[in-house]
C-alpha cells in the first residue's frame, strides 16, 4: 500500500482549527468551511483505541456510564497529516482519531457553530 503524498484528494477533510470551547465542548473548524462545538464526552466515548473498541469483534467495550460527565481533553496532539491523539482527565490517552472519524463525530455530535 502506498500513499502517493503529491496527489490531492480533495476528500480529505482536515480541521484548520480546535479550539476548547467551555467546559464540556470543543470547537473544530475544518477545510471544508464548517465549524461546529462537538461534547468532549461524545469524543471519548467514540474512543477508537483497543482498550475502548474489541480488536477481533469490533464490538464497543467502554460504556457510556463508565464515562464521567465531566471528562475534558487535557491534550491533542496532531499526528502526522490524518489523525489527533488526545489525552484525557480520566487518564486515557491511547486514542488516535483519524480526521475522517472526527469530522463524522462532528457531523453526528456536533452543533454547527
Ligand atoms: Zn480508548
Not at 487535557?74 to 482519531?97: F, K, L
Request: neutral net charge; aromatic residues 12%.
Amino acid at each position: 500500500m502506498s500513499k502517493n503524498q503529491n496527489t490531492t484528494d480533495y476528500n480529505h477533510r482536515i480541521p484548520t482549527d480546535i479550539q476548547p470551547s467551555g467546559p464540556k465542548e470543543v470547537f473544530f473548524k475544518w477545510n471544508t468551511g464548517e465549524s461546529f462545538r462537538v461534547p468532549y464526552f461524545e469524543i471519548r466515548f467514540e474512543c477508537p483505541c483497543a482498550s475502548c473498541v474489541d480488536e477481533h469483534t469490533g464490538k464497543r467495550v467502554l460504556k457510556r456510564e463508565s464515562i464521567s460527565p465531566e471528562i475534558r481533553a487535557t491534550g491533542m496532539q496532531v499526528i502526522g497529516r490524518y489523525a489527533i491523539q488526545i489525552s484525557w482527565t480520566d487518564g486515557h490517552a491511547t486514542g488516535m482519531y483519524h480526521f475522517d472519524r472526527l469530522y463524522e463525530l462532528c457531523r453526528n455530535h456536533g452543533t454547527s457553530a
